[in-house]
């Protein structure tokens, strides 16, 4: 009865990540979270633990598949939207200190990871990986911010037009295009591991996909935007083709050897940018991907994390070293960066806790990795509780920081971050 | 002593870019010669053991014996072990080089039956066959707690690996 277990499967985990979030939105942290904790407690570390005939009947292992290919498609939509609130010419540098920080802010978090690698790689890896491929995927994975959380909190208390905010999503932009070109390199690498040549196919041909994308595919869904200023809303068929265009462009990313995901997130990255127009298009679509099948996403990430798999004082050292190297390298590298070009302390130290987040963007990257076997089962455990530590510590700190004048700003600053939490979505 | 903005780019770009980018190159550079544990995770098929029924018992029947299929999942050097059908058998461990060792407590096992209470905790010892990705093992089974129980011997081949890996 694969049917009956999935629909099972899915209104529990709806329920489970509605109450978790809801719980922790009380404490003042953004729902998402919520629902990264969620889907733990859903998983092999809590309910498994706890309750493993539960469990087992729950999510049998034949029916995670189907569970997966669900998530997926999420996904796939959730990327689309991520993409399209992405804004191309917040990549150009609006200045000297804007430039610096977003280049630090991947370099410095990016070495450190390298640098951690040369201690975990003969630890937490084997020989089917290169240390490249582990090394460039952990600088990856540390260097990301999640962009959807950070643009969501900036856009609602009116701060983009701030300084603070201006470099924050410039340099969360640059961050994620970049931590997403170097996961595409890799992706590829991995791949197209049989011979050379199949390297430089995938990389010309998803540099010519790309171009096809930009120059060609662009023009198309500018209508888009046309038709919405004139009509003030899309017909049906109108949105039937946008979701066949992202699936379209998803399928030839995952054909040419690099991943579903960067074919949704470039559609995104190409559609109109007028605002009403991509408030409007993702009030369409966050009901469906970030309530219904994003929290799927979140327990099958559950539900191959294991804790138990970090085990004894020796692995809990890891972790506890992944975190310091992942907050070091990404507060540290943005805090000082920007202090350096003459940020004020206050925004330096604020533009450092608020790229230190990484949220969903970071579960999306881990589970790449751990699908191509680049990290094993304890270090994805690892790095997914680095997620959700230096996600949760995001809000307390900020009202650590900002808890002097003006306290009643700041502080309602901090409780709107991002209610929806899985960041595109709306309040 | 004040810097202009641009002086303080220049430096910055160079303190914060520049040198973690040059840092990066020789990372690289001296962690390609770094070796990770060989590869040994996915299935294992158990192809021969000299375990004896009076011996398998305690194991719960058909849990070690010859023919049945182990599952290892590897996390670097660490090792965890179960049994792909029969009663849950898990063991945790790691390997050196070649040598794996790994340990299970019997009240994890769940050990049943009459003279078992002699089992306390169950070792594996094994040397991994040649290459990267090693396609035999073969080692011994030995029992703490039980002085009259000979340590028993047995090979395994590589049935399955549990995915491509990172290799480029």
């Keep these: 009865m694969p049917l009956l277990t999935l629909v099972l499967q899915v209104a529990v985990i709806l329920a489970t990540c509605r109450v978790i979030a809801g719980l922790f939105r009380r404490m003042g942290q953004p729902r998402v979270v919520g629902e990264m904790f969620a889907g733990i407690l859903l998983g092999p570390s809590m309910l498994g633990a706890l309750a493993p005939r539960a469990e087992a009947f729950l999510f049998p292992a034949a029916s995670l598949s189907n569970l997966n290919a669900l998530s997926q498609i999420g996904l796939i939509v959730f990327m689309f939207l991520v993409g399209l609130e992405m804004n191309p010419n917040e990549l150009k540098s609006h200045g000297h200190s804007t430039l610096l920080t977003s280049h630090a802010s991947i370099t410095l978090p990016f070495v450190l990871a390298c640098l951690l690698s040369l201690y975990l790689y003969p630890r937490l890896s084997d020989r089917s990986v290169s240390f490249i491929s582990f090394s460039l995927f952990m600088g990856a994975a540390m260097s990301i911010t999640a962009f959807p959380v950070l643009a969501r909190i900036l856009s609602e208390r009116n701060m983009l037009q701030s300084r603070l905010g201006t470099v924050a999503i410039a340099c969360a932009a640059v961050d994620d295009v970049t931590g997403w070109c170097i996961l595409a390199y890799i992706v590829v690498l991995i791949r197209a591991r049989a011979s050379a040549a199949s390297v430089w196919l995938t990389l010309l041909g998803t540099i010519a996909f790309a171009l096809l994308m930009i120059y060609g595919v662009r023009r198309l869904v500018s209508r888009f935007g046309g038709l919405y200023r004139e009509r003030g809303e899309l017909h049906e068929n109108s949105w039937a083709f946008m979701l066949l265009l992202v699936l379209v462009s998803a399928l030839c990313t995952e054909w040419l050897g690099i991943h579903l995901l960067f074919g949704a997130f470039l559609m995104g990255v190409i559609m109109p940018k007028d605002e009403n127009f991509v408030r409007y298009v993702t009030d369409r679509f966050e009901i469906l991907s970030v309530v219904l099948l994003l929290p799927l996403f979140f327990a099958f990430t559950g539900l191959r994390t294991s804790i138990a798999l970090v085990k004894g004082p020796e692995m809990w050292g890891y972790c506890a070293l992944i975190i310091l190297v992942a907050i070091a390298g990404k507060m540290g590298g943005s805090m000082a960066a920007s202090r350096i070009m003459g940020l004020p302390l206050r925004e330096s130290v604020g533009l450092g806790i608020l790229m230190n987040t990484r949220g969903l963007m970071e579960l999306v990257i881990l589970n790449i990795g751990l699908d191509l076997k680049v990290i094993s089962p304890a270090l994805f455990s690892m790095m997914v509780l680095m997620a959700l530590v230096t996600t949760f510590m995001t809000t307390p700190l900020l009202r650590l920081m900002y808890r002097e004048s003006p306290a009643r700003a700041a502080l309602a600053e901090v409780d709107s971050a991002d209610p929806s939490g899985a960041g595109i979505s709306a309040a | ?168």
Aim: glycine content about 12%; aromatic content about 6%.
């Design chain 2, 1 to 168: 002593m004040s810097f202009t903005k641009g002086t303080r780019f220049i430096v910055g770009y160079f303190l914060f870019v520049a040198l973690p980018v040059l840092g990066l190159v020789a990372c690289l550079k001296y962690g390609h010669a770094l070796k990770a544990p060989v590869s040994m995770d996915g299935l294992w098929g158990v192809r021969s053991s000299s375990m004896q029924p009076v011996q398998l018992h305690c194991l719960a029947e058909g849990a070690a014996a010859p023919k049945s299929s182990i599952s290892i999942s590897q996390s670097g050097k660490y090792l965890s072990l179960s049994m792909v059908s029969g009663p849950e058998i898990a063991a945790t461990g790691t390997i050196n080089e070649r040598t794996i060792t790994l340990s299970a407590d019997a009240s994890a096992i769940g050990l049943e039956g009459p003279g078992c209470e002699a089992y306390r905790r169950f070792n594996i010892t094994a040397t991994l066959g040649p290459g990267d990705r090693p396609q035999s093992l073969a080692g011994v089974l030995s029992a703490d707690g039980c002085a009259s129980c000979a340590p028993v011997s047995f090979a395994a081949v590589r049935l399955a690996h549990s995915g491509s890996g990172g290799r480029d």
